[in-house]
């Protein structure tokens, strides 16, 4: 049987506000345990919530990002339970009225088709403290310096049908809260972590099947890993004529798997009411507008400019566009290099992306600025150097050598474009080869290309190519 | 059991301090009749002394109150004295005092000092009162007859075998007993106001959002609100000045000045009042002797120049059925934070995690607490949620609507505070509803938002009664003001219990 | 409404209440008396009214995103019944 997957996703994005969701508390990540943890995050007898007009402002950022409707009214209910890690008792979320209504997203997928995936709704809600489970002899240690950082759930449609378009989704959501200035995306760090609910159904049926959702995926290989698993282990349950159980899985990295978590056993009566210590949100039009007024331009907007403005195809241009930083950086490449958009595609995508992904930099720790790549270019534009000395060049620049100029002139890597000193090398080297020679003018084309490489070889590499060409034909032509 | 007439006396002599109004002693704070060290030390004095007889105190401050009151004296000294610097007063165990515990009645919180003080507990301090301690209460503010403290009952000085009510019990037996001129409380169903109807007192509860609850540790959070229990409306007037206010820290805080309450009291007129008496509230289930009084205190008001409206609040029976929703569902949510895990009390030797959870809680939580808690818990659980807490807040709009129209009618509505007098200690302690049903006419205020008053206005078989004033959103002026025209024409809140002078 | 003793005890669960046994029974005959008052609401029909949360018509008010409170890790700790290494200690609690 043909099987169709299923894939909705479930984000939690921490807000990159400064203080807490419903307290002045610090958001910083890495203090010591509960440093960052005042009385309202320590759930204190008395104590009150009051709600952060930055984490407002992000939702409503995001909510303008993916086209959505925002609430002008919603409200913030309690969830309730009981967990060591959960001070209060009850986490406060929006639960019936979210502040960002249904919105959508476009992703590419590789066959470089486009595919709009539904957003359902996002809502403000305060994050958890962490249990530490090592080394407190036999306990349990509560760190609450992360209770209370503002989350966004964004809830997406059951839209996707792939893992890949399930990892494309996650990474166009981390691209946008990234650019938005919302989150910083980091999904070790668990400021952008990602539930997946997965089912899958026979091809051509309009029903949904019995999902699972599975939880503790860090990082987006992770996340394709854990579906795979789960489809597979889904349509064995099915074909051997089993039936899927509607629960929570737990995706373990190390074993490549997902397991059941052990069900709490009344997880689903969350008692959920209106938080009687909030009132409801209001959302005024003004508001949204300030909001909109600070909006960066969108990675889409983006995307369009750059083949538009820079003439580059739609791979590079998603490519550099993928976060405001990259985008920034062959920006300011383009400008520094006075033109060349193409050329400076090649080099920020190759020859930097190599060089960060091989020593696992971010674009922001790149160890050549974007002012110095633009004057690599400048130089190969103007033909002081070839692409490939540039290569050799770019390469001393990385190891901390300075700029292309004083490299150039250092290594003495100056292009050599004097016809004179040019036609004294290829007069050398014709005449050590009188074979050659021959073979060529008996009509062997394709030795003309050994001569120039010979030539090029005698100059190390520095006479002008297009030069050498043009002499080597004049002189064994003659 | 009334021994005779405070205020004073009629050869003109003052009476002695402990039996002096706010009012009055701050008159003798700023003539320099006394200074706020003596004051304080000799309500000190007879605290240590009679609070065995009472129970009122949970705990007494003396040290820092001796502090406060000689930077009261300091500060008076050097002109920067406020109508009320150095006057002391005491304060339910429910608002948290930053160093002093706090209990709340509970042994779940017999061992938590607050790191921070109630914005009440600040706003009268920055006023210049000073605190003597921290007063008895029923457990987390739930019970109407402070039985359920972990301290203890309180006995009424009124007739010591008798409640004194509750919540705010301890509070309204210290003023009572004259350990305090005033004190504050908090009222979710009536509990600054039946203690206050049992104990011969003035007693406020304002609107919702004009005391901040930062600070005053949670039962129901859309309607617990402080107030001031005191001898007189003009004490009540003065003391609510210092407590209310915009507090940025509580989002149900209302953003609106603070009128001046004390200033306005005279230049309230009985004249043409329209006083609403709601026909529900004089049906059955008021006590012979409670009727007399309420039906004598229309007559007076009517004498006094108000005019008597009957209206109609037509869900009143509604209100107990609603409030013991609303009420357990948010103090179940509430009082999850008592897990033993960062604060308060925490069981022996846990077996696990939910052997901590049940056992803290359990142990650390007594009977009432926990039936409220297990009725909001079901209340708000799967398959419940429609039929009990939405239903019930159908029925807090209904509540409310039927007041709004009443408002078009009348200034403000007359009833009594409670069905009966003080009733006897352990009479109703074994039947919940029985003692829910003493707020029977307190609660449907709470549900709506309004501010209302009890007052004395007589007595019933020699114990005293209240009758409550009701009023419109934010019309607290008009509820004191009222209250003082009456107290002016009257002497009932001058009564003293026996043996408090002695 | 009557309550079963295995309903007190599910409630007391979900509300992390021990309930010795011996209470069980007293329990269920309060709270059903209690549910027995709240019943009376029944009497009343509610369809088409607006369910009342809050007493005020008011929204909420927003603070600034300004850290404001200072660490006072100790001084909180203080009143803490297990503290190691400036965790909150509890039971393991098994994931």
């Given at each position: 049987?043909?099987?169709?997957?299923?894939?909705?996703?479930?984000?939690?994005?921490?807000?990159?506000?400064?203080?807490?969701?419903?307290?002045?508390?610090?958001?910083?990540?890495?203090?010591?345990?509960?440093?960052?943890?005042?009385?309202?995050?320590?759930?204190?007898?008395?104590?009150?919530?009051?709600?952060?007009?930055?984490?407002?402002?992000?939702?409503?950022?995001?909510?303008?990002?993916?086209?959505?409707?925002?609430?002008?009214?919603?409200?913030?209910?309690?969830?309730?339970?009981?967990?060591?890690?959960?001070?209060?008792?009850?986490?406060?979320?929006?639960?019936?009225?979210?502040?960002?209504?249904?919105?959508?997203?476009?992703?590419?997928?590789?066959?470089g088709t486009v595919k709009t995936i539904g957003v359902t709704r996002a809502h403000l809600e305060e994050d958890a403290g962490k249990?530490?489970?090592?080394?407190?002899?036999?306990?349990?240690?509560?760190?609450?310096?992360?209770?209370?950082?503002?989350?966004?759930?964004?809830?997406?449609?059951?839209?996707?049908?792939?893992?890949?378009?399930?990892?494309?989704?996650?990474?166009?959501?981390?691209?946008?809260?990234?650019?938005?200035?919302?989150?910083?995306?980091?999904?070790?760090?668990?400021s952008l972590r990602v539930d997946a609910n997965v089912s899958i159904r026979p091809a051509g049926s309009q029903e949904f099947g019995t999902r699972a959702e599975i939880k503790n995926v860090n990082s987006f290989r992770f996340l394709e890993k854990a579906l795979n698993f789960e489809i597979e282990r889904q349509r064995e349950i099915l074909e051997d004529g089993g039936t899927v159980q509607q629960e929570t899985r737990l995706y373990d990295a190390n074993a490549d798997e997902t397991r059941s978590m052990r069900t709490k056993e009344e997880a689903n009566d969350y008692r959920y009411f209106p938080d009687p210590d909030l009132l409801p949100l209001?959302?005024?039009?003004?508001?949204?507008e300030s909001v909109r007024v600070e909006l960066p331009e969108l990675p889409d907007e983006k995307?369009?400019?750059?083949?538009?403005?820079?003439?580059?195809?739609?791979?590079?241009?998603?490519?550099?566009?993928?976060?405001?930083?990259?985008?920034?950086?062959?920006?300011?490449?383009?400008?520094?290099?006075?033109?060349?958009?193409?050329?400076?595609?090649?080099?920020?995508?190759?020859?930097?992306?190599?060089?960060?992904?091989?020593?696992?930099?971010?674009?922001?720790?790149?160890?050549?600025?974007?002012?110095?790549?633009?004057?690599?270019?400048?130089?190969?534009?103007?033909?002081?150097?070839?692409?490939?000395?540039?290569?050799?060049?770019?390469?001393?620049?990385?190891?901390?050598?300075?700029?292309?100029?004083?490299?150039?002139?250092?290594?003495?890597?100056?292009?050599?474009?004097?016809?004179?000193?040019?036609?004294?090398?290829i007069d050398e080297v014709v005449d050590a080869n009188p074979g050659q020679v021959e073979q060529y003018r008996a009509g062997k084309d394709k030795v003309l290309g050994w001569f120039v490489g010979q030539v090029m070889k005698a100059s190390r590499g520095k006479a002008n190519p297009e030069q050498v060409n043009q002499l080597l034909r004049q002189k064994l032509d003659a | 059991m009334i021994s005779g007439r405070t205020g004073p006396t009629n050869d003109g002599s003052n009476p002695v301090m402990h039996d002096r109004t706010i009012a009055e002693l701050a008159r003798a704070l700023a003539d320099g009749e006394v200074s706020s060290v003596e004051l304080t030390r000799g309500f000190l004095d007879r605290i240590e002394a009679r609070n065995p007889d009472s129970n009122s105190f949970i705990t007494i401050t003396r040290e820092q109150a001796l502090a406060e009151a000689e930077v009261a004296d300091a500060g008076r000294a050097a002109g920067r004295a406020g109508a009320l610097t150095g006057v002391p007063i005491?304060?339910?165990?429910?608002?948290?005092?930053?160093?002093?515990?706090?209990?709340?009645?509970?042994?779940?919180?017999?061992?938590?000092?607050?790191?921070?003080?109630?914005?009440?507990?600040?706003?009268?301090?920055?006023?210049?009162?000073?605190?003597?301690?921290?007063?008895?209460?029923?457990?987390?503010?739930?019970?109407?007859?402070?039985?359920?403290?972990?301290?203890?009952?309180?006995?009424?000085?009124?007739?010591?075998?008798?409640?004194?009510?509750?919540?705010?019990?301890?509070?309204?037996?210290?003023?009572?007993?004259?350990?305090?001129?005033?004190?504050?409380?908090?009222?979710?169903?009536?509990?600054?106001?039946?203690?206050?109807?049992?104990?011969?007192?003035t007693g406020l509860k304002p609107t919702y959002g004009r005391v901040s609850r930062f600070g005053m540790v949670a039962f129901a959070s859309s309607l617990d609100q402080g107030g001031p229990l005191a001898r007189t409306a003009e004490d009540c007037a003065l003391m609510l000045g210092a407590m209310a206010g915009f507090d940025p820290n509580d989002s149900t805080s209302i953003d609106r000045p603070v009128d001046d309450y004390a200033g306005a009291l005279d230049g309230v007129s009985l004249q043409g009042l329209k006083v609403g008496l709601p026909k529900e509230y004089f049906g059955e289930g008021m006590s012979e002797g409670v009727r007399g009084v309420v039906d004598g205190v229309a007559e007076r008001l009517r004498e006094l120049g108000a005019e008597p409206v009957e209206i109609s609040l037509a869900h009143t029976d509604l209100s107990v059925p609603a409030y013991y929703v609303v009420a357990p569902a948010e103090a179940s949510s509430n009082l999850s934070r008592f897990d033993g895990v960062r604060y308060g009390y925490r069981c022996e030797e846990a077996k696990n995690i939910l052997d901590l959870y049940e056992r803290s809680r359990g142990e650390g939580f007594g009977a009432e607490v926990k039936r409220r808690i297990m009725v909001g818990t079901y209340a708000l659980s799967a398959g419940y949620f429609d039929a009990y807490y939405l239903k019930a807040q159908k029925i807090r709009q209904l509540i409310s609507e039927d007041f709004r129209k009443a408002f078009e009618q009348v200034d403000v509505i007359l009833g009594p505070t409670s069905p009966t007098t003080a009733f006897p200690i352990g009479e109703r302690s074994d039947d919940p509803v029985a003692m829910y049903m003493s707020d029977v006419y307190t609660i449907a205020v709470n549900l709506a938002g309004l501010p209302a008053l009890s007052m004395p206005a007589g007595f019933a078989d020699g114990l005293p009664v209240g009758v409550q004033l009701i009023g419109n959103h934010f019309d607290e002026g008009r509820l004191l003001g009222v209250a003082h025209q009456y107290q002016q024409a009257t002497d009932h809140h001058r009564q003293v219990p026996a043996g408090v002078n002695d | 409404m009557s309550l079963s003793p295995d309903e007190v005890r599910r409630i007391a669960h979900l509300a992390r209440l021990s309930v010795a046994d011996d209470e069980v029974a007293a329990n269920a005959n309060d709270l059903s008396n209690i549910l027995d008052l709240v019943d009376r609401m029944n009497a009343v029909d509610t369809s088409g009214v607006t369910p009342m949360a809050h007493p005020q018509n008011a929204t909420q008010r927003l603070r600034p995103d300004v850290v404001t409170e200072p660490d006072q890790r100790e001084r909180y700790q203080r009143l803490a019944p297990a503290v190691e290494r400036g965790l909150y200690l509890v039971p393991r609690v098994v994931e």
């Open positions: 049987m043909q099987w169709e997957t299923v894939i909705g996703l479930e984000i939690h994005a921490q807000l990159a506000t400064n203080s807490k969701i419903f307290s002045g508390a610090s958001t910083r990540f890495g203090n010591e345990p509960n440093r960052q943890a005042c009385p309202v995050d320590l759930g204190l007898p008395g104590v009150l919530p009051v709600l952060n007009e930055g984490a407002v402002a992000m939702a409503v950022r995001l909510g303008l990002g993916i086209g959505a409707d925002i609430a002008g009214r919603s409200v913030f209910a309690r969830k309730n339970y009981f967990y060591p890690d959960l001070p209060k008792g009850y986490q406060i979320s929006q639960y019936e009225i979210p502040v960002v209504g249904t919105g959508q997203l476009e992703i590419a997928l590789d066959d249990s530490l489970h090592e080394d407190f002899h036999g306990m349990t240690g509560i760190d609450l310096n992360r209770a209370g950082t503002p989350l966004l759930e964004i809830v997406s449609e059951p839209d996707m049908r792939s893992p890949a378009e399930a990892v494309a989704y996650a990474k166009k959501i981390r691209t946008l809260v990234r650019y938005l200035g919302i989150c910083d995306g980091n999904m070790q760090e668990g209001e959302v005024d039009q003004a508001f949204i995307r369009d400019r750059f083949i538009s403005e820079y003439g580059l195809p739609v791979y590079d241009a998603n490519v550099l566009t993928a976060s405001r930083e990259l985008a920034d950086y062959y920006e300011a490449t383009v400008a520094a290099a006075g033109g060349a958009p193409k050329v400076g595609a090649n080099w920020v995508m190759s020859e930097l992306g190599g060089v960060l992904n091989a020593q696992g930099l971010d674009i922001s720790d790149s160890p050549v600025s974007a002012q110095a790549l633009g004057g690599l270019i400048q130089r190969i534009q103007d033909q002081t150097i070839s692409g490939k000395i540039a290569k050799q060049v770019f390469e001393a620049m990385v190891a901390g050598e300075g700029d292309a100029d004083g490299v150039i002139e250092a290594k003495g890597l100056k292009q050599i474009t004097d016809t004179g000193e040019i036609e004294r090398m | 005491a304060h339910k165990d429910i608002f948290c005092t930053d160093g002093v515990r706090t209990s709340c009645g509970s042994r779940m919180l017999d061992n938590f000092e607050a790191p921070y003080d109630a914005t009440v507990v600040r706003n009268m301090r920055e006023a210049g009162l000073v605190m003597l301690g921290k007063t008895n209460m029923d457990e987390f503010a739930m019970g109407s007859s402070n039985e359920t403290s972990y301290y203890g009952p309180v006995n009424n000085p009124w007739d010591p075998r008798r409640v004194p009510g509750g919540s705010s019990g301890g509070s309204a037996a210290a003023v009572a007993a004259r350990l305090a001129p005033g004190a504050t409380g908090t009222d979710t169903g009536g509990s600054i106001r039946q203690p206050a109807a049992m104990c011969g007192l | -």
